[in-house]
């Protein structure tokens, strides 16, 4: 009874966040809506890609509900929920869960609604209109190398994960592999998940220290998890250990500016999260994206050389 209870209340807040933000419906003759649904704004680079495809649909002459699951899949499924009921004409979604969001992707196409993924991919083909990702693996290739070059080939370093259930996490923690572990005299110390969140970061990395005072580097799945571990480190009286992070948030190039990060990757949000309402548009108006269903976007790396070449999320 408590669950029932729980999801009549989240459905109840969920349309009235909706309502609130948009009340278009196209079978009325009005304004055509897309949803964008993301992560937590709390977050730098889903506030970004919000941002970014909001911005971009309403150039095009959509109106948008922009709401947050805060990676929770019930939400999630919640959200979807309310956006078909809004009759909205697509969705932009970064999931909840690889595995999680099958079923509210599938949910949404069976309701004539076309679901286009950024940033996370989900365990199935068929079902989402477009899969738009950047090329984590090749991304975190790039900043494992950089790492190497920083650590001298050597040394002992704590990796940092994202959260479980995000295909993204696993798919950059074994790019990073494919060149940490070619080199024998780099030895991992140590590998936490901190969820993507600085404060857990900051937390593991205290408690890892304990331990492992003598570590050179920690390469870490995204920049918070890196910020929160650099200022671990720094508490600690270790702020010479070389710190590698992945998204290129504009607070993370800052902080490779200043050193307190070495270097980091850039996801390229604000691109993807636009070619997102681009092929929904031409989707709508065409009845097909003209591109494959899974698309990779190559991430760059970021380092104090080049730092002032980047803005939010993208290059300048």
Not at 80 to 103: E, F, K, R, T
Not at 273 to 288: C, E, M, P, V
Request: hydrophobic residues 45%; charged residues 20%.
């Amino acid at each position: 009874m408590r669950h029932v209870l729980r999801g009549a209340a989240v459905l109840a807040v969920a349309v009235s966040v909706a309502l609130g933000g948009c009340m278009a419906r196209s079978d009325r003759g009005g304004p055509k809506t897309i949803a964008i649904i993301t992560p937590s704004h709390d977050n730098p680079f889903f506030k970004a890609e919000a941002e970014g495809a909001a911005a971009r649909a309403r150039e095009l002459g959509y109106q948008v509900l922009v709401n947050s699951h805060d990676d929770d899949a019930f939400k999630q499924d919640q959200l979807i929920d309310v956006a078909i009921a809004q009759h909205v004409s697509a969705i932009v979604l970064d999931n909840a869960g690889a595995d999680a969001s099958v079923a509210a992707v599938r949910k949404a196409k069976d309701a004539g609604v076309p679901a286009f993924l950024i940033d996370r991919e989900i365990n199935a083909t068929g079902v989402a209109a477009a899969q738009i990702v950047a090329n984590n693996y090749q991304g975190a290739v790039l900043g494992a190398e950089a790492f190497v070059r920083a650590m001298g080939e050597k040394g002992s370093y704590i990796e940092l994960v994202g959260r479980e259930s995000d295909t993204n996490a696993g798919v950059r923690s074994k790019g990073f592999h494919s060149v940490l572990d070619r080199y024998p005299d780099l030895r991992l110390a140590g590998r936490q998940s901190a969820t993507w969140s600085q404060s857990e970061a900051f937390q593991k990395m205290e408690t890892l220290i304990q331990g492992n005072r003598s570590i050179a580097g920690v390469i870490a799945g995204n920049d918070t998890m890196a910020l929160g571990a650099a200022a671990a480190l720094k508490a600690a009286g270790l702020g010479s250990v070389i710190v590698v992070g992945f998204d290129g948030s504009p607070d993370a190039i800052a902080a490779v500016t200043s050193g307190a990060l070495k270097a980091t990757v850039l996801q390229p949000a604000a691109a993807i999260a636009r070619a997102a309402i681009d092929q929904a548009h031409q989707f709508l108006t065409t009845g097909s994206t003209g591109t494959p269903e899974k698309q990779s976007i190559d991430c760059e790396l970021i380092t104090a050389a080049n730092a002032g070449q980047f803005g939010v999320f993208a290059r300048k």
